[in-house]
C-alpha cells in the first residue's frame, strides 16, 4: 500500500466500494485490459468491486450509468477509463462534470503533472478529471492501461487508503464510515 504515515494514532484500512467504468466503442470484457487493471489493483489493495461496466462512448450512456452509481449507497467511489482525449467521440468529461457537485481540480493537474515524465507534452492532450457527487468520489481518467497504472498508483489509491496522511478521501465518505 502507498501510504504516507504521518503523526497520530494509526488508522487501519477499511474498504472502499468501487465501481469500474470502461468508456470504449471497440472495447469488450476480453480486450478491456484498462478496466481489468483497475480491478486488478483495486482488489489487490483490499478494496471491494460493487459493478463493473462497458459502455459506448456516448455521452448519455456514460451518464447513466455513473448517475446511477452516484445514487447507489452501496458505491463509495467510481473509476472510468476512455473517452478524456480529444478526437472524436470522446466525451467522458462532459458526461460526468454536470453530475459533480464539486470538482477537484488538483486530481487533473497532477495527472498531467506525473504523466510528463512518461509521454512529455502529449498529456495536454488528456483531460482527467476528478470530483465528487452524492458523497461518491470519481475518477475519470484515459483510457491506456499505463495511464490507468500511473492513476491509481501514484494519486487514486493514496487517496482511497484510510491510513494516508496527513488527509485522505476516504475519510470525507461518510456512507462508508458510518458503517
Not at 51 to 64: G, L
Not at 65 to 91: E, K, M, P, Q, Y
Amino acid at each position: 500500500m502507498s501510504s504516507e504515515h504521518g503523526g497520530g494514532r494509526a488508522r487501519e484500512f477499511l474498504p472502499v466500494a468501487i465501481a469500474v467504468l470502461t468508456v470504449s466503442d471497440s472495447r469488450d470484457e476480453q480486450s478491456d485490459k484498462s478496466g481489468r487493471l483497475l480491478v486488478e489493483r483495486l482488489t489487490r489493495a483490499g478494496h471491494r468491486l460493487a459493478e463493473k461496466a462497458i459502455v459506448p462512448d456516448d455521452v448519455y450512456q456514460i451518464r447513466a450509468i455513473v448517475s446511477r452509481w452516484i445514487a447507489d449507497a452501496g458505491v463509495n467511489a467510481v473509476i472510468t477509463t476512455g473517452g478524456t482525449g480529444v478526437t472524436g467521440r470522446d466525451g467522458t468529461p462532459e458526461a460526468v462534470r454536470p453530475l459533480l457537485d464539486k470538482v477537484l481540480d488538483g486530481f487533473g493537474e497532477m495527472f498531467r503533472s506525473i504523466s510528463y515524465a512518461d509521454i512529455k507534452t502529449s498529456t495536454l492532450q488528456s483531460r482527467a478529471l476528478a470530483g465528487v457527487a452524492n458523497a461518491t468520489y470519481v475518477f475519470c481518467v484515459p483510457g491506456s492501461s499505463g495511464a490507468c497504472a500511473t492513476a491509481w498508483d501514484t494519486l487514486i489509491e493514496a487517496q482511497l487508503d484510510l491510513r494516508t496522511r496527513p488527509c485522505n478521501l476516504v475519510e470525507l465518505m461518510p456512507r462508508l464510515l458510518e458503517k
